[in-house]
């Protein structure tokens, strides 16, 4: 069955401390994986996307094909980095399978 | 980048009436977008796949007659809940695909449906 388990509902650190998102995945073809992040009163809009393999205000994310997963990481988190991150994995037929969601929580 | 614009933002109706969702692509065309529901501190669910000009495709487990899906024109998709109850309220929240090689999907901003 196609899953996204992001296992964190809430990941507090605090100013300039690195940041993990754990996401993993569950797909029998070959993922194509996202980040989509959600400020404060803001739309959903993507983060990342793993084919390209760009760095976006400063976080990055590996593929791992190995554990499944696709964890978003971030040596210097900022307080503007607060916000909901969502792991999503597309399938065949473009549809999104979303995680849970992770709120990530910047602190001074 | 693309917008992808839904009205209402939120919206309270009386059990039994139907609501209906607008999401239109502002500045761009899109062949294809995505409905989804979100229940509080869930993820997001995809409801169904609206295509323009043929029939929506929906999810296991979402009932079609309910919600009623209707891509019309390449800018403008409309869900209408039907027969609203409130185990109905949610957010939905539509998304529309880009037009080009990377296929990136632009978000609503949401809407609040509040059945009473």
């Known amino acids: 069955a196609q899953r996204v388990t992001q296992p964190e509902k809430l990941l507090s650190v605090f100013k300039g401390a690195p940041v993990e998102l754990k996401c993993n995945y569950s797909?029998?073809?070959?993922?194509?994986l996202f980040w989509y992040v959600q400020y404060s009163r803001q739309r959903l809009q993507l983060l990342l996307r793993?084919?390209s393999r760009e760095s976006i205000k400063g976080f990055t994310a590996d593929l791992n094909k190995g554990e499944t997963s696709f964890h978003l990481k971030k040596p210097f988190a900022q307080e503007e980095d607060s916000a909901m991150y969502y792991c999503?994995?597309?399938?065949?037929?473009?549809?999104?399978?979303f995680g849970s969601g992770t709120r990530l929580l910047v602190r001074p | 980048g693309a917008v992808v614009s839904q009205h209402p933002s939120w919206v309270i109706c009386k059990s039994g009436t139907s609501v209906k969702i607008e999401c239109r692509s502002l500045?761009?065309?899109?062949?294809?977008m995505f409905w989804y529901r979100q229940f509080p501190k869930q993820s997001l669910m995809l409801m169904a796949t609206?295509?323009?000009?043929?029939?929506?495709?929906?999810e296991q487990g979402v009932e079609k007659d309910k919600f009623l899906i209707n891509h019309a024109s390449l800018t403008l998709s409309t869900l209408t809940v039907t027969s609203a109850h409130p185990e109905d309220s949610s957010f939905y929240i539509c998304?529309?695909?880009?037009?080009?090689?990377?296929?990136?999907?632009?978000f609503g901003e949401g809407s609040r449906l509040t059945v009473l």
């Open positions: 609206s295509n323009e000009g043929s029939k929506a495709t929906y």
């Open positions: 793993h084919i």
């Open positions: 999503a994995l597309e399938d065949s037929s473009y549809k999104l399978i």
């Open positions: 500045d761009f065309q899109a062949t294809t």
């Open positions: 998304s529309a695909m880009g037009q080009g090689a990377t296929g990136e999907l632009f």
């Open positions: 797909y029998s073809g070959s993922p194509e």
